[in-house]
């Protein structure tokens, strides 16, 4: 299956920072990328859509202006969490779709544990 | 999305089959049946897709019920490491499309 790859799979700062979140697909041009956001004992929550060159597309409740989110290129998405606060410690993982190898499938890396102090 | 309706969890023991049962009633013509799981502290894994017909991978088969009402994820010899939350997602192919995860099952294998 196509392979995609998240970094870092944890990060510890402090409340105010901001902390960027790289996702990237290694096999395959993933046309469309999904950012989710998981709490303890919760299921997924998709937070945005992206294309690539384009601006992502942000689920009811989630702020555009915290989480900002890049698709610069067929491999590479990243979501930057501006001026963290501890509510905002969760698990984040990235998902990717495209190409011929994952075409209907979404594809997921292996997930960001963010703990904000 | 249309809805899927899972039980909240389901044990298995080691080497046996494991049938995870998905219903969903209100599934449209266009709507492909998606199974996923996902491991402790791990992001989601695919496992297996169909539209109307059974479908057999490396890792599980599909059945789907004639009225599309109901679909069945089968582990032929459930492991330890078969231990996850397994969700069963409904998704109409497209552009815009995207998963929408519900609660999905919590399976646990006995060895």
């Known amino acids: 299956g196509a392979v995609v790859s998240q970094h870092p799979s944890w990060v510890i700062c402090k409340s105010g920072t901001s902390v960027k979140i790289e996702c990237r697909s290694l096999d395959f041009q993933a046309t469309t990328m999904f950012w989710y956001r998981q709490f303890p004992k919760q299921s997924l929550m998709l937070m945005a859509t992206s294309n690539e060159g384009s601006k992502a597309t942000y689920e009811q409740g989630v702020e555009k202006d915290k989480f900002l989110i890049n698709h610069a290129s067929l491999t590479l998405s990243t979501l930057t969490v501006t001026s963290a606060h501890p509510e905002d410690s969760s698990f984040y993982i990235c998902?990717?779709?495209?190409?011929?190898?994952?075409?209907?499938?979404?594809?997921f890396g292996a997930g960001t544990r963010l703990s904000v102090l | 999305d249309a809805k899927t309706t899972q039980p909240n969890s389901m044990e298995s023991n080691e080497e046996e089959p494991v049938h995870l049962p998905c219903n969903h009633s209100?599934?449209?013509?266009?709507?492909?049946i998606h199974w996923y799981r996902q491991l402790p502290s791990q992001g989601p894994e695919y496992v297996i897709h169909g539209l109307t017909s059974n479908v057999n991978n490396r890792m599980a088969s599909l059945a789907i019920a004639e009225d599309r009402k109901s679909s069945t994820l089968i582990l032929h010899r459930a492991t330890l490491r078969d231990a996850a939350v397994y969700y069963c997602?409904?998704?109409?192919?497209?552009?815009?499309?995207?998963?929408?995860f519900g609660k999905g099952i919590t399976l646990s294998v006995r060895p």
């Open positions: 209100t599934i449209s013509g266009t709507d492909y």
């Open positions: 997602i409904l998704i109409e192919t497209g552009a815009n499309s995207k998963l929408t």
């Open positions: 998902s990717a779709r495209g190409g011929l190898l994952a075409k209907n499938i979404q594809y």
